[in-house]
């Protein structure tokens, strides 16, 4: 199998040298670049698995190239925050990062985090066992075997890979209540912690794609306890 190839966004020099180096160490192929202007570049003629995008570079910010990455790419995007703080990593999840981890980091934490996210990508890119990969609901399908959500009037919906995680959690287990450990271990592949409402931003994101412009909420908050998924599901 060929090495992933990780894009590193990151205007510090000396980060990008250490990342560089300690990730080509740990496996992966990597390409450095400094700012939003020279990720477009690269993204145009490389192919690549992953991203590393940091929150505050010069020009465009990293959350404006977050947005518009997940606009119109499902390529998982790790992002780095200068702050630990909650704003940082809710806004992260709300402009479609699949994960966070702030500075100073530990590089072995970064790389772990990179592959736990890798794996899902691959895994949802593979043929499920089970026969049924098709589950559908309220006349939405959610493909497995293509990573596709088509809603009720035949239009593709984007999902990032949290999101695209979480509903297969949902549907999985649907009319049942799913603790928000259960859904962060699912969606996120880390333990939160008592006060990590990540799963929270996660959920509201995918309602909002599942039609909450007015229409009953497929995914019912069952006060403290979880969520739970209101539509019967069947599998084709």
Same mark, same amino acid.
């Given at each position: 199998?060929?090495?992933?190839?990780?894009?590193?966004?990151?205007?510090?020099?000396?980060?990008?040298?250490?990342?560089?180096?300690?990730?080509?160490?740990?496996?992966?192929?990597?390409?450095?670049?400094?700012?939003?202007?020279?990720?477009?570049?690269?993204?145009?003629?490389?192919?690549?698995?992953?991203?590393?995008?940091?929150?505050?570079?010069?020009?465009?910010?990293?959350?404006?190239?977050? %947005? =518009? *990455?997940?606009?119109?790419?499902?390529?998982?995007?790790?992002?780095? !925050?200068?702050?630990? @703080?909650? $704003?940082?990593?809710?806004?992260?999840?709300?402009?479609?990062?699949?994960?966070?981890?702030?500075?100073?980091?530990?590089?072995?934490?970064?790389?772990?985090?990179?592959?736990?996210?890798?794996?899902?990508?691959?895994?949802?890119?593979?043929?499920?066992?089970?026969?049924?990969?098709?589950?559908?609901?309220?006349?939405?399908?959610?493909?497995?075997?293509? %990573? =596709? *959500?088509?809603?009720?009037?035949?239009?593709?919906?984007?999902?990032? !890979?949290?999101?695209? @995680?979480? $509903?297969?959690?949902?549907?999985?287990?649907?009319?049942?209540?799913?603790?928000?450990?259960?859904?962060?271990?699912?969606?996120?592949?880390?333990?939160?912690?008592?006060?990590?409402?990540?799963?929270?931003?996660?959920?509201?994101?995918?309602?909002?794609?599942?039609?909450?412009?007015?229409?009953?909420?497929?995914?019912?908050?069952?006060?403290?306890?979880?969520?739970?998924?209101?539509?019967?599901?069947?599998?084709?």
């Amino acid at each position: 199998m060929s090495e992933p190839h990780i894009l590193l966004v990151d205007d510090d020099g000396e980060i990008r040298r250490l990342v560089t180096k300690f990730l080509r160490e740990s496996g992966f192929r990597v390409t450095s670049v400094r700012d939003g202007r020279e990720m477009r570049e690269t993204l145009k003629s490389t192919s690549v698995d992953l991203i590393v995008l940091d929150l505050m570079l010069p020009g465009i910010s990293g959350l404006e190239l977050c %947005r =518009e *990455l997940r606009a119109e790419s499902a390529i998982p995007i790790v992002m780095l !925050t200068a702050r630990g @703080d909650d $704003l940082d990593r809710v806004l992260g999840l709300e402009f479609g990062a699949d994960d966070y981890i702030s500075k100073p980091f530990n590089t072995r934490e970064l790389a772990a985090r990179i592959r736990a996210v890798l794996r899902r990508t691959t895994a949802q890119g593979e043929t499920r066992l089970d026969p049924s990969w098709r589950f559908t609901f309220d006349g939405w399908v959610l493909d497995t075997r293509r %990573r =596709e *959500l088509v809603n009720d009037q035949g239009v593709v919906v984007d999902l990032s !890979t949290g999101e695209y @995680d979480l $509903l297969l959690s949902f549907v999985e287990a649907p009319q049942r209540v799913l603790s928000r450990d259960h859904l962060l271990d699912a969606a996120r592949n880390r333990v939160s912690s008592v006060f990590d409402r990540s799963i929270d931003v996660q959920v509201s994101r995918l309602r909002r794609k599942l039609g909450g412009d007015g229409t009953p909420d497929m995914i019912k908050t069952v006060r403290g306890l979880g969520y739970l998924f209101v539509p019967e599901v069947a599998k084709a």
